[in-house]
């Protein structure tokens, strides 16, 4: 107890935060060798949804733009991802790096389109594209097969989720570090002089235009990376992924953990999937509570889950002290 | 195509148009009064059509669905003046950061929980209620006689809402609020409930479009997303603040729709709309008749 204390004061300090992530992440990557097949695969989409909320919340939490395509970007990964591998045969790997890559395409094209927009229009433009490319793919039957959905090549040649979830979890990782770095660099301090006050971080000197696009374009780029992943692994792509539900899902996740905070997207992406898988049998319950919970957390308190965390820390220390 | 034809497709296209009105002018109510948008519009609609299909079953019986209609009207408004009160007034009382962002979440999460609320309760089926009149014949055009009682019902409901909104001193209070809240409130007008009633009668607009079209559309917990599409895609043509311009665009819209799926393909027929409204956002992204302001 003394010792599990001591960790918990010293959580301000960045090193032993580190040191902390690090030795979670290698506990995570040991966990197929404790668990079975069936928590292995909710805990590679587990990571697959922290790589999307961890995206989305670089865009909506730090830029102040809140999109409502980010669900799209990673469907357009994994079709792009798909077809290329489908139709000139190269190999998965390579066909994941292409989907980043039109996915981060597109991004940077609506970000652009988007530059002007305040951000009621910004939200209704970026669903306005989000719902034209789902129509869209769902109409191509010749290219996408429409609803019936795309059978993709899986990227190993096994029906086991464990080599999936160590990819999954290693993006997710990445993601996140890179996610980390970039704030703490001088560019993450643009993108959230952006987000208080756009015309104030012009007047200092930050380039609004060229930032908001990148911004854009990285967190397109890293969801179509995951969707494409994501993808190859399910095995099947169908426009159902890109529908609105989705993205509200991963809104849910962040608030629920808490917007604007590292580990906020990545403790509500878990939190979510796991509980949604143990109460599968519930139905849609599960979504009813999950909207209650959001809703009460947005009215009565907003830091959310690390919120809560943060505090109780604070408090056990404070005692201890 | 042969001028029948195409003349019945043009009254449909205008009747369809007509009642997709309902769904923008409540958006475009809404946020030109809160400054918000309701993305939980189209959820207020499947409300309405579930409660006029409960009240015909269960109540009134088919024959009299004009009873329930009220019921149902009223029922969606006060649920709306409730979720105003509970979830959104603080975002005008306390000091919550980034108000489109709060509204924009909060509504969100409200069509999960009434999506999903509407499987739990009532199962994942379709519910369709008998027809409110029988095939009318318009000279030689034949029409849906659900659809003529919508879009009648529709014109009488825009009507008083027209009615209200320019002759009343509460439509006065109204659009005071919508040219200025600061300037609303210092001449004496009580913004909390302005806000209440404006949410509630924008709400109510989408439920009686959907006790209205429920037995053409109709009640299923996803019957609410499609409208929704089709009330973004309406304001964005005719501009977000702009009540003739949500008129214009429903009909407009309605009239795309119908003639394009006679004259290119009826399969796309839910893209025609997208594309004007992407054409749009690039060439002209304050719609026909929308504010100029693009920052804040």
Redesign the interface.
Known sequence: VAGALAVVAAWQARGVRTGIAVAGLAAAALLPFVLGDYPVHVLAVACYYVIMASSWNLI?GYT?L?SLAHHVFGGIGGYASALLVIRSGVPVPLGIVAGGVVAGVAGFAIGA?TL??????L???T???A??IR??IS?EYGITRGDLGLPVPKLFHTVSPRPYYELFLLLAAVTVAGLAALLRSRIGYRLRAIRDD?GAARAAGVNTVRWKRFAFTASSATAGVAGAAYGHYIGLLSPIGMK??E??LI??MV?LGGQRTLAGPVLGAVVVEIVSEALRAY???R??L???V??GM??LY?PGLVGLVRAAAVRLTAKRG | VDATLLAQYTLAGLVIGGIYCLMAVGITFIYSIMKMINWAMGEFYMIGGYVQYLLITAWFGPSRWYLALPLAVLGTGLLGMLIQRVLLRPMFVDQVERLDEYATIVTISLTVLFRNLAIVVFGPYQFSPPDYAPRVQLGPLPLNGSRLVAFLGTVVLLGAFAFVVRRTWFGRALRATAQNRLGALSAGINLTRVDTWAFGIGVALAGAAGALLAPVFLVYPESGALSTVKGFEIIVIGGLGSIPGSIVGGLLLGLVESLGSVFVSASFRDVYGFGLLLLLLVLRPSGLWGERVREA
Do not use: K, N
């Not at chain 1, 002007?116 to 229009?121: C, E, G, I, P």
């Open positions: 909506a102040g809140f389109l002007r927009m305040r951000a009621l229009y939200a209704l433009a669903w306005a594209f719902e034209s129509v869209v109409m756009e609105f539900d993205m509200a809104i849910i608030i139905g849609q319950i979504m009813v999950f909207a209650l959001v809703l947005m009215r907003p």
